[in-house]
Protein backbone atom coordinates (compact mmCIF):
# COMPACT_ATOMS: atom_id res chain seq x y z
CA UNK A 1 0.00 0.00 0.00
CA UNK A 2 2.95 2.65 1.34
CA UNK A 3 4.35 1.40 -2.43
CA UNK A 4 1.33 2.43 -4.57
CA UNK A 5 1.34 5.64 -2.24
CA UNK A 6 4.85 6.75 -3.31
CA UNK A 7 4.70 5.26 -6.78
CA UNK A 8 1.30 7.71 -6.87
CA UNK A 9 2.88 10.47 -6.02
CA UNK A 10 6.07 10.52 -7.68
CA UNK A 11 3.78 9.94 -10.88
CA UNK A 12 2.15 13.00 -9.80
CA UNK A 13 5.10 14.90 -9.11
CA UNK A 14 6.59 14.16 -12.56
CA UNK A 15 3.07 14.71 -14.12
CA UNK A 16 2.46 18.28 -12.49
CA UNK A 17 6.25 18.80 -13.62
CA UNK A 18 5.59 17.78 -17.25
CA UNK A 19 2.41 20.61 -17.25
CA UNK A 20 4.28 23.40 -15.45
CA UNK A 21 6.93 22.93 -18.74
CA UNK A 22 4.23 22.51 -20.79
CA UNK A 23 2.48 25.70 -19.17
CA UNK A 24 5.81 27.48 -19.53
CA UNK A 25 6.70 26.20 -23.18
CA UNK A 26 2.82 27.28 -24.35
CA UNK A 27 3.52 30.62 -22.36
CA UNK A 28 7.14 31.62 -23.94
CA UNK A 29 5.74 30.53 -27.48
CA UNK A 30 2.61 32.85 -26.57
CA UNK A 31 4.98 35.23 -25.28
CA UNK A 32 7.04 35.32 -28.37
CA UNK A 33 4.34 35.39 -30.83
CA UNK A 34 3.48 38.46 -29.16
CA UNK A 35 6.34 39.93 -29.05
CA UNK A 36 6.91 39.03 -32.75
CA UNK A 37 3.99 40.52 -33.59
CA UNK A 38 4.69 43.45 -31.58
CA UNK A 39 7.97 43.60 -33.35
CA UNK A 40 6.26 43.69 -36.84
CA UNK A 41 3.81 46.45 -36.08
CA UNK A 42 6.39 48.48 -34.68
CA UNK A 43 8.49 48.69 -38.01
CA UNK A 44 4.81 49.28 -39.74
CA UNK A 45 4.60 52.32 -36.57
CA UNK A 46 7.79 53.62 -37.70
CA UNK A 47 7.60 53.51 -41.67
CA UNK A 48 3.93 54.83 -41.47
CA UNK A 49 3.17 58.57 -42.58
CA UNK A 50 -0.22 57.77 -42.16
CA UNK A 51 -2.04 58.40 -38.70
CA UNK A 52 -5.00 57.20 -39.45
CA UNK A 53 -3.01 53.72 -40.49
CA UNK A 54 -0.99 54.20 -37.21
CA UNK A 55 -4.17 54.15 -35.31
CA UNK A 56 -5.68 51.03 -37.19
CA UNK A 57 -2.32 49.40 -36.54
CA UNK A 58 -2.46 50.36 -33.01
CA UNK A 59 -6.30 48.59 -32.23
CA UNK A 60 -5.50 45.30 -35.33
CA UNK A 61 -2.14 44.79 -33.13
CA UNK A 62 -4.24 44.56 -29.72
CA UNK A 63 -7.04 42.72 -30.66
CA UNK A 64 -5.11 40.12 -32.06
CA UNK A 65 -3.01 39.87 -28.89
CA UNK A 66 -5.68 39.93 -26.49
CA UNK A 67 -8.92 39.45 -28.73
CA UNK A 68 -11.47 39.37 -25.39
CA UNK A 69 -10.49 42.83 -24.53
CA UNK A 70 -12.04 46.50 -25.80
CA UNK A 71 -10.36 48.85 -26.96
CA UNK A 72 -10.77 52.43 -27.64
CA UNK A 73 -8.92 55.93 -28.60
CA UNK A 74 -9.40 58.96 -26.73
CA UNK A 75 -7.55 61.59 -28.79
CA UNK A 76 -7.15 65.33 -27.78
CA UNK A 77 -8.02 66.18 -31.39
CA UNK A 78 -9.99 64.98 -34.56
CA UNK A 79 -6.83 63.27 -35.75
CA UNK A 80 -8.76 60.64 -38.10
CA UNK A 81 -11.57 60.77 -40.56
CA UNK A 82 -11.81 56.57 -39.79
CA UNK A 83 -15.10 56.06 -38.67
CA UNK A 84 -14.50 52.32 -38.26
CA UNK A 85 -11.88 53.21 -35.99
CA UNK A 86 -12.86 53.39 -31.97
CA UNK A 87 -11.99 56.77 -31.14
CA UNK A 88 -13.59 58.93 -28.32
CA UNK A 89 -13.14 62.17 -27.69
CA UNK A 90 -10.43 63.22 -24.93
CA UNK A 91 -12.26 65.77 -22.71
CA UNK A 92 -9.63 67.69 -19.75
CA UNK A 93 -11.60 70.09 -18.78
CA UNK A 94 -10.68 71.35 -15.55
CA UNK A 95 -13.81 69.50 -13.41
CA UNK A 96 -12.53 66.15 -14.88
CA UNK A 97 -9.35 66.44 -13.49
CA UNK A 98 -9.63 63.59 -10.72
CA UNK A 99 -10.91 61.17 -14.03
CA UNK A 100 -8.00 58.57 -14.68
CA UNK A 101 -7.81 59.49 -18.36
CA UNK A 102 -7.43 62.61 -17.78
CA UNK A 103 -4.87 61.63 -15.06
CA UNK A 104 -3.07 59.54 -17.58
CA UNK A 105 -3.18 62.49 -20.53
CA UNK A 106 -1.82 65.52 -18.11
CA UNK A 107 0.44 62.56 -16.24
CA UNK A 108 1.50 60.56 -18.81
CA UNK A 109 1.44 58.15 -16.50
CA UNK A 110 -0.34 54.67 -16.96
CA UNK A 111 -3.91 54.68 -14.74
CA UNK A 112 -6.05 51.36 -13.81
CA UNK A 113 -9.05 51.41 -12.35
CA UNK A 114 -10.68 48.61 -10.75
CA UNK A 115 -14.29 48.32 -10.66
CA UNK A 116 -15.08 45.03 -7.85
CA UNK A 117 -18.72 45.19 -8.89
CA UNK A 118 -18.87 44.89 -12.43
CA UNK A 119 -15.37 42.74 -12.14
CA UNK A 120 -13.67 44.10 -14.36
CA UNK A 121 -10.37 46.92 -14.87
CA UNK A 122 -9.82 49.64 -16.93
CA UNK A 123 -5.90 50.48 -18.19
CA UNK A 124 -5.34 53.83 -19.32
CA UNK A 125 -1.94 54.32 -21.45
CA UNK A 126 -1.17 57.57 -22.36
CA UNK A 127 -0.12 57.63 -26.71
CA UNK A 128 3.39 59.58 -26.07
CA UNK A 129 6.03 60.81 -27.92
CA UNK A 130 9.02 62.79 -27.20
CA UNK A 131 7.77 66.82 -27.97
CA UNK A 132 4.20 65.94 -26.47
CA UNK A 133 1.13 63.35 -25.44
CA UNK A 134 -1.28 62.87 -28.09
CA UNK A 135 -4.21 60.60 -26.81
CA UNK A 136 -4.98 57.61 -24.57
CA UNK A 137 -5.50 54.66 -25.57
CA UNK A 138 -8.29 53.15 -22.92
CA UNK A 139 -8.35 49.15 -22.36
CA UNK A 140 -11.34 47.49 -20.98
CA UNK A 141 -11.33 43.95 -19.72
CA UNK A 142 -13.99 41.49 -19.39
CA UNK A 143 -14.33 39.46 -16.22
CA UNK A 144 -11.01 40.49 -15.10
CA UNK A 145 -10.33 41.59 -11.72
CA UNK A 146 -7.11 43.08 -12.45
CA UNK A 147 -3.94 43.49 -14.86
CA UNK A 148 -0.97 40.68 -14.61
CA UNK A 149 2.48 43.17 -14.08
CA UNK A 150 3.39 41.77 -17.90
CA UNK A 151 0.75 43.05 -19.60
CA UNK A 152 0.65 46.05 -17.95
CA UNK A 153 3.91 46.28 -19.50
CA UNK A 154 3.31 45.30 -23.05
CA UNK A 155 0.58 47.75 -23.42
CA UNK A 156 2.59 50.44 -21.98
CA UNK A 157 5.70 49.50 -24.65
CA UNK A 158 2.89 49.65 -27.83
CA UNK A 159 1.14 52.74 -26.35
CA UNK A 160 4.62 54.68 -26.51
CA UNK A 161 5.90 53.13 -29.36
CA UNK A 162 2.39 53.79 -30.80
CA UNK A 163 2.60 57.62 -29.39
CA UNK A 164 6.11 58.42 -30.88
CA UNK A 165 5.10 56.96 -34.55
CA UNK A 166 1.52 59.04 -34.29
CA UNK A 167 3.62 61.87 -33.44
CA UNK A 168 6.33 61.29 -36.56
CA UNK A 169 3.51 60.52 -38.98
CA UNK A 170 2.01 64.13 -37.66
CA UNK A 171 5.04 65.88 -38.13
CA UNK A 172 5.39 64.78 -41.44
CA UNK A 173 1.82 65.93 -41.85
CA UNK A 174 2.67 69.32 -40.51
CA UNK A 175 5.63 69.64 -42.82
CA UNK A 176 4.21 68.97 -45.78
CA UNK A 177 1.37 71.03 -44.60
CA UNK A 178 3.94 73.88 -44.05
CA UNK A 179 5.83 73.32 -47.34
CA UNK A 180 2.03 73.58 -49.34
CA UNK A 181 1.75 76.78 -47.14
CA UNK A 182 4.66 78.25 -48.72
CA UNK A 183 4.38 77.28 -52.03
CA UNK A 184 1.09 78.49 -51.75
CA UNK A 185 2.40 81.93 -50.72
CA UNK A 186 5.24 82.23 -52.87
CA UNK A 187 3.22 81.22 -56.05
CA UNK A 188 0.61 83.90 -55.35
CA UNK A 189 3.17 86.78 -54.06
CA UNK A 190 4.78 86.08 -57.53
CA UNK A 191 1.89 86.48 -59.46
CA UNK A 192 0.67 89.21 -58.01
CA UNK A 193 4.16 91.51 -58.16
CA UNK A 194 3.61 90.68 -61.59
CA UNK A 195 2.59 93.64 -64.31
CA UNK A 196 -1.26 93.18 -63.00
CA UNK A 197 -4.18 95.66 -63.21
CA UNK A 198 -5.55 95.79 -59.36
CA UNK A 199 -9.06 93.98 -60.49
CA UNK A 200 -7.04 91.34 -62.13
CA UNK A 201 -5.13 90.79 -58.90
CA UNK A 202 -8.33 90.82 -56.70
CA UNK A 203 -9.92 88.30 -59.06
CA UNK A 204 -6.88 85.99 -58.73
CA UNK A 205 -6.77 86.42 -55.00
CA UNK A 206 -10.26 85.12 -54.16
CA UNK A 207 -10.05 82.43 -56.75
CA UNK A 208 -6.45 81.56 -54.72
CA UNK A 209 -8.85 81.37 -51.41
CA UNK A 210 -11.78 79.85 -52.85
CA UNK A 211 -9.88 77.35 -53.90
CA UNK A 212 -7.23 76.69 -51.05
CA UNK A 213 -9.68 77.45 -48.21
CA UNK A 214 -13.04 75.68 -50.30
CA UNK A 215 -14.43 79.10 -49.78
CA UNK A 216 -17.97 79.95 -50.49
CA UNK A 217 -17.38 83.95 -50.95
CA UNK A 218 -13.91 86.23 -50.83
CA UNK A 219 -14.60 89.94 -51.09
CA UNK A 220 -12.22 92.85 -50.82
CA UNK A 221 -13.22 95.93 -49.03
CA UNK A 222 -11.71 99.65 -48.78
CA UNK A 223 -12.96 102.59 -46.51
CA UNK A 224 -11.94 105.51 -45.25
CA UNK A 225 -14.49 105.46 -42.71
CA UNK A 226 -16.42 102.64 -40.66
CA UNK A 227 -19.68 104.20 -41.59
CA UNK A 228 -18.67 103.79 -45.84
CA UNK A 229 -17.14 101.40 -47.83
CA UNK A 230 -16.02 100.22 -51.14
CA UNK A 231 -15.99 96.73 -52.81
CA UNK A 232 -13.11 95.76 -54.71
CA UNK A 233 -14.02 94.54 -58.16
CA UNK A 234 -12.76 91.21 -58.76
CA UNK A 235 -14.55 90.20 -55.45
CA UNK A 236 -17.15 87.47 -55.30
CA UNK A 237 -20.74 87.81 -56.85
CA UNK A 238 -22.24 88.30 -52.82
CA UNK A 239 -20.08 91.12 -52.05
CA UNK A 240 -21.06 93.07 -55.08
CA UNK A 241 -24.62 92.76 -54.04
CA UNK A 242 -26.17 95.11 -51.23
CA UNK A 243 -26.95 91.96 -48.81
CA UNK A 244 -23.99 92.03 -47.91
CA UNK A 245 -23.61 95.34 -46.80
CA UNK A 246 -24.65 94.61 -43.28
CA UNK A 247 -21.68 92.00 -42.70
CA UNK A 248 -19.26 93.85 -43.94
CA UNK A 249 -20.18 96.46 -41.50
CA UNK A 250 -20.22 94.07 -38.18
CA UNK A 251 -17.02 93.29 -39.64
CA UNK A 252 -15.32 96.40 -40.05
CA UNK A 253 -16.71 97.70 -36.68
CA UNK A 254 -15.46 94.42 -34.87
CA UNK A 255 -11.92 94.62 -36.06
CA UNK A 256 -12.20 98.46 -34.87
CA UNK A 257 -12.83 97.50 -31.56
CA UNK A 258 -10.47 94.55 -31.01
CA UNK A 259 -7.54 95.80 -33.70
CA UNK A 260 -6.99 92.56 -34.94
CA UNK A 261 -8.40 89.83 -37.28
CA UNK A 262 -11.86 88.10 -36.89
CA UNK A 263 -12.37 84.57 -36.70
CA UNK A 264 -16.23 83.85 -35.94
CA UNK A 265 -16.82 79.88 -36.15
CA UNK A 266 -21.07 80.50 -36.10
CA UNK A 267 -22.15 83.93 -37.23
CA UNK A 268 -25.95 82.85 -36.17
CA UNK A 269 -25.08 84.24 -32.70
CA UNK A 270 -24.17 87.67 -33.83
CA UNK A 271 -25.84 90.81 -33.66
CA UNK A 272 -26.48 91.35 -37.48
CA UNK A 273 -29.39 93.28 -38.94
CA UNK A 274 -30.64 90.86 -40.94
CA UNK A 275 -30.63 86.83 -41.10
CA UNK A 276 -27.49 85.38 -42.67
CA UNK A 277 -27.22 82.61 -45.40
CA UNK A 278 -22.98 82.38 -44.27
CA UNK A 279 -21.86 80.83 -40.68
CA UNK A 280 -18.44 80.49 -40.75
CA UNK A 281 -16.26 83.97 -41.50
CA UNK A 282 -12.62 84.48 -41.47
CA UNK A 283 -11.29 88.63 -42.04
CA UNK A 284 -8.29 90.20 -42.05
CA UNK A 285 -7.24 93.93 -42.21
CA UNK A 286 -5.50 95.37 -45.28
CA UNK A 287 -2.66 97.74 -44.02
CA UNK A 288 -0.53 99.70 -45.85
CA UNK A 289 0.50 102.66 -44.20
CA UNK A 290 -1.14 105.67 -45.64
CA UNK A 291 -1.83 103.80 -48.84
CA UNK A 292 -4.62 101.28 -48.15
CA UNK A 293 -7.13 100.91 -45.45
CA UNK A 294 -8.98 97.67 -45.99
CA UNK A 295 -10.49 93.98 -45.13
CA UNK A 296 -10.51 90.84 -46.59
CA UNK A 297 -13.74 88.53 -45.81
CA UNK A 298 -14.12 84.84 -46.59
CA UNK A 299 -17.31 83.21 -45.64
CA UNK A 300 -18.44 79.88 -45.63
CA UNK A 301 -22.26 78.56 -45.43
CA UNK A 302 -21.60 75.99 -42.74
CA UNK A 303 -20.67 76.63 -39.19
CA UNK A 304 -17.49 75.74 -37.63
CA UNK A 305 -16.22 75.02 -41.55
CA UNK A 306 -12.62 77.01 -41.15
CA UNK A 307 -9.60 75.70 -39.05
CA UNK A 308 -7.39 77.59 -36.59
CA UNK A 309 -4.81 76.60 -38.91
CA UNK A 310 -6.84 78.40 -41.82
CA UNK A 311 -7.24 81.51 -40.52
CA UNK A 312 -3.40 81.99 -39.60
CA UNK A 313 -2.65 80.69 -43.30
CA UNK A 314 -5.10 83.50 -44.49
CA UNK A 315 -3.22 86.30 -42.32
CA UNK A 316 -0.05 85.38 -44.09
CA UNK A 317 -1.69 85.50 -47.31
CA UNK A 318 -3.57 88.64 -47.04
CA UNK A 319 0.23 90.32 -45.59
CA UNK A 320 1.76 89.50 -48.69
CA UNK A 321 -1.11 90.72 -51.10
CA UNK A 322 -1.78 94.03 -49.66
CA UNK A 323 1.33 95.86 -50.77
CA UNK A 324 0.71 94.06 -53.88
CA UNK A 325 -2.63 95.90 -53.82
CA UNK A 326 -1.39 99.25 -52.32
CA UNK A 327 1.06 99.32 -55.21
CA UNK A 328 -1.53 98.83 -57.78
CA UNK A 329 -3.81 101.58 -56.43
CA UNK A 330 -1.01 103.37 -56.65
CA UNK A 331 0.17 102.91 -60.00
CA UNK A 332 -3.15 103.22 -61.16
CA UNK A 333 -3.95 106.28 -59.51
CA UNK A 334 -0.29 107.84 -60.98
CA UNK A 335 -1.36 106.74 -64.56
CA UNK A 336 -4.73 108.60 -64.10
CA UNK A 337 -3.14 111.70 -63.10
CA UNK A 338 -1.12 111.69 -66.42
CA UNK A 339 -3.88 111.05 -68.63
CA UNK A 340 -6.02 113.29 -66.35
CA UNK A 341 -6.37 117.05 -66.59
CA UNK A 342 -5.66 118.19 -62.55
CA UNK A 343 -8.48 121.18 -63.16
CA UNK A 344 -11.07 119.95 -64.76
CA UNK A 345 -10.62 116.12 -64.56
CA UNK A 346 -11.59 115.21 -68.35
CA UNK A 347 -8.83 113.71 -70.09
CA UNK A 348 -5.57 115.05 -70.74
CA UNK A 349 -4.46 116.10 -74.37
CA UNK A 350 -1.90 113.60 -74.66
CA UNK A 351 -4.29 110.89 -74.10
CA UNK A 352 -6.81 112.05 -76.63
CA UNK A 353 -4.64 112.26 -78.82
CA UNK A 354 -3.40 108.75 -78.35
CA UNK A 355 -6.88 107.70 -78.53
CA UNK A 356 -7.31 109.53 -81.62
CA UNK A 357 -4.49 108.25 -83.00
CA UNK A 358 -5.57 104.53 -82.42
CA UNK A 359 -9.30 104.88 -83.77
CA UNK A 360 -8.77 106.36 -87.41
CA UNK A 361 -6.26 103.48 -87.80
CA UNK A 362 -9.14 101.25 -87.06
CA UNK A 363 -12.50 102.43 -87.18
CA UNK A 364 -14.57 103.53 -90.59
CA UNK A 365 -15.38 107.21 -89.44
CA UNK A 366 -15.22 109.55 -86.48
CA UNK A 367 -16.10 113.16 -85.39
CA UNK A 368 -13.28 115.40 -83.69
CA UNK A 369 -14.79 119.03 -81.66
CA UNK A 370 -13.06 121.72 -80.26
CA UNK A 371 -15.01 124.10 -78.06
CA UNK A 372 -13.54 127.76 -77.08
CA UNK A 373 -15.12 129.44 -74.49
CA UNK A 374 -16.04 133.40 -76.06
CA UNK A 375 -14.15 136.61 -74.54
CA UNK A 376 -12.70 134.36 -71.75
CA UNK A 377 -10.14 136.68 -70.62
CA UNK A 378 -13.13 139.40 -70.32
CA UNK A 379 -13.88 136.47 -67.68
CA UNK A 380 -10.25 136.63 -66.51
CA UNK A 381 -10.35 140.20 -66.39
CA UNK A 382 -13.43 141.24 -64.90
CA UNK A 383 -13.97 138.29 -61.88
CA UNK A 384 -10.63 137.00 -61.55
CA UNK A 385 -8.85 133.85 -62.74
CA UNK A 386 -10.44 131.58 -59.50
CA UNK A 387 -13.60 132.47 -61.36
CA UNK A 388 -12.43 131.77 -64.60
CA UNK A 389 -10.92 128.23 -63.54
CA UNK A 390 -14.59 127.82 -62.27
CA UNK A 391 -16.11 128.52 -65.32
CA UNK A 392 -14.03 126.28 -67.70
CA UNK A 393 -15.14 123.49 -64.72
CA UNK A 394 -18.46 124.39 -65.84
CA UNK A 395 -18.10 124.15 -68.97
CA UNK A 396 -16.23 120.80 -68.56
CA UNK A 397 -18.88 119.29 -66.69
CA UNK A 398 -22.16 120.33 -69.29
CA UNK A 399 -19.87 118.43 -71.96
CA UNK A 400 -19.11 115.45 -69.57
CA UNK A 401 -22.19 115.07 -69.11
CA UNK A 402 -23.51 115.39 -72.64
CA UNK A 403 -21.08 113.31 -73.94
CA UNK A 404 -21.43 110.63 -71.39
CA UNK A 405 -19.71 107.10 -72.53
CA UNK A 406 -20.68 107.86 -76.10
CA UNK A 407 -16.62 109.71 -76.24
CA UNK A 408 -13.44 111.07 -75.28
CA UNK A 409 -13.67 114.27 -73.98
CA UNK A 410 -10.21 116.48 -72.80
CA UNK A 411 -9.16 119.94 -72.23
CA UNK A 412 -7.40 120.83 -75.24
CA UNK A 413 -5.32 123.64 -73.58
CA UNK A 414 -6.11 127.01 -72.01
CA UNK A 415 -10.22 127.72 -72.44
CA UNK A 416 -10.22 125.43 -75.20
CA UNK A 417 -11.89 121.98 -74.78
CA UNK A 418 -12.19 119.10 -76.97
CA UNK A 419 -14.00 115.66 -77.94
CA UNK A 420 -13.38 112.99 -79.63
CA UNK A 421 -16.66 110.49 -80.75
CA UNK A 422 -15.89 107.56 -82.52
CA UNK A 423 -17.84 105.53 -84.99
CA UNK A 424 -21.43 108.62 -84.90
CA UNK A 425 -22.47 109.85 -88.20
CA UNK A 426 -21.56 113.58 -88.55
CA UNK A 427 -25.20 114.57 -88.26
CA UNK A 428 -25.54 113.23 -84.63
CA UNK A 429 -22.31 114.49 -83.92
CA UNK A 430 -23.55 118.12 -85.29
CA UNK A 431 -26.84 117.09 -82.78
CA UNK A 432 -24.72 116.39 -79.93
CA UNK A 433 -22.57 119.58 -80.12
CA UNK A 434 -25.70 121.79 -80.38
CA UNK A 435 -26.97 120.61 -77.28
CA UNK A 436 -23.70 121.44 -75.54
CA UNK A 437 -23.48 124.89 -77.01
CA UNK A 438 -27.24 125.77 -75.88
CA UNK A 439 -26.32 124.03 -72.48
CA UNK A 440 -23.31 126.36 -72.11
CA UNK A 441 -24.98 129.47 -72.75
CA UNK A 442 -27.92 128.76 -70.44
CA UNK A 443 -26.06 127.19 -67.53
CA UNK A 444 -22.93 128.91 -66.87
CA UNK A 445 -22.58 131.48 -64.13
CA UNK A 446 -21.07 133.88 -64.94
CA UNK A 447 -22.85 133.35 -68.49
CA UNK A 448 -20.47 132.28 -71.15
CA UNK A 449 -20.74 131.06 -74.78
CA UNK A 450 -18.89 128.45 -76.73
CA UNK A 451 -17.54 128.33 -80.62
CA UNK A 452 -17.20 125.28 -81.72
CA UNK A 453 -15.19 123.28 -84.68
CA UNK A 454 -15.79 120.01 -86.03
CA UNK A 455 -14.22 117.79 -88.00
CA UNK A 456 -15.71 114.25 -89.66
CA UNK A 457 -14.12 111.95 -91.22
CA UNK A 458 -14.70 109.10 -93.19
CA UNK A 459 -12.49 106.02 -94.16
CA UNK A 460 -14.56 105.50 -97.77
CA UNK A 461 -13.00 109.55 -98.35
CA UNK A 462 -9.91 108.85 -96.72
CA UNK A 463 -8.19 107.53 -93.45
CA UNK A 464 -6.46 110.72 -92.14
CA UNK A 465 -4.09 111.37 -89.79
CA UNK A 466 -4.16 112.94 -86.93
CA UNK A 467 -2.51 115.91 -87.29
CA UNK A 468 -5.02 116.06 -90.29
CA UNK A 469 -8.34 116.11 -88.43
CA UNK A 470 -6.78 118.13 -85.73
CA UNK A 471 -6.05 120.81 -88.14
CA UNK A 472 -9.11 120.42 -89.81
CA UNK A 473 -10.88 120.78 -86.69
CA UNK A 474 -8.92 123.78 -85.92
CA UNK A 475 -9.74 125.88 -89.29
CA UNK A 476 -13.81 125.12 -88.51
CA UNK A 477 -13.29 126.82 -85.02
CA UNK A 478 -11.15 129.43 -86.58
CA UNK A 479 -13.66 130.02 -89.14
CA UNK A 480 -16.84 129.76 -86.02
CA UNK A 481 -14.81 132.75 -83.75
CA UNK A 482 -14.36 135.08 -86.95
CA UNK A 483 -18.05 134.70 -88.12
CA UNK A 484 -19.50 135.79 -84.81
CA UNK A 485 -18.53 133.22 -82.55
CA UNK A 486 -21.26 131.63 -80.26
CA UNK A 487 -21.99 128.72 -83.49
CA UNK A 488 -20.93 125.61 -84.84
CA UNK A 489 -18.95 125.19 -88.29
CA UNK A 490 -18.64 121.90 -89.76
CA UNK A 491 -15.21 121.43 -91.55
CA UNK A 492 -15.56 120.03 -95.77
CA UNK A 493 -14.41 116.38 -94.53
CA UNK A 494 -10.54 115.52 -96.32
CA UNK A 495 -11.18 113.89 -99.71
CA UNK A 496 -8.66 111.93 -102.25
CA UNK A 497 -8.09 114.34 -105.04
CA UNK A 498 -9.56 113.16 -108.29
Given amino acids: MQMEDRFLRAIGFEVT ?23 KVTSHFHSSIDTDGVLKEIIETLRKTYPDFQYYLLLSNDYTKDNDLPVRELTYDMDLESSASTQAYLTGEVQIEDHLGEKRSILYAPLKGKQGIYGVL ?6 YLYFPKKDVEFFIFIANTAGKALENAQLYQQSRKLNSDLQ ?17 KIRYMAYKIQQSFHADEVGFV ?9 VLEGSTEYFISSESSALVHYALESISHQEGPLFISDLEAKPIDHVLQYRSLMA ?29 LLQSLVAHSTLAFANSILREELEKAVITDY ?19 HDENGNLILFDIDNFKNINDTYGHQVGDEVICQVADIIKTVIGDQGLSARWGGEELAVYLPMLPSE ?6 EMIREKIALSTSPAVTVSCGIAPWKSEWLRPNRKQIVQQADQALYKAKSSGRNRIVTAHPIKEKS
Avoid at 285 to 290: A, L, Q, T, Y
Avoid at 292 to 298: E, Y
Avoid at 428 to 433: M, N, R, V
Wanted: hydrophobic share 30%.
Fill in 17 to 39: KCIKKLEGFYTSMEEEKKYELLY
Fill in 138 to 143: KIVTPD
Fill in 184 to 200: LINSTSQKLNSNMRLTE
Fill in 222 to 230: TYEELSSHN
Fill in 284 to 312: VPMKDHEHISGLAIVLHKDPYFFTFESFK
Fill in 343 to 361: LTKLHSRVHLDECVEKHVK
Fill in 428 to 433: EAHDLT
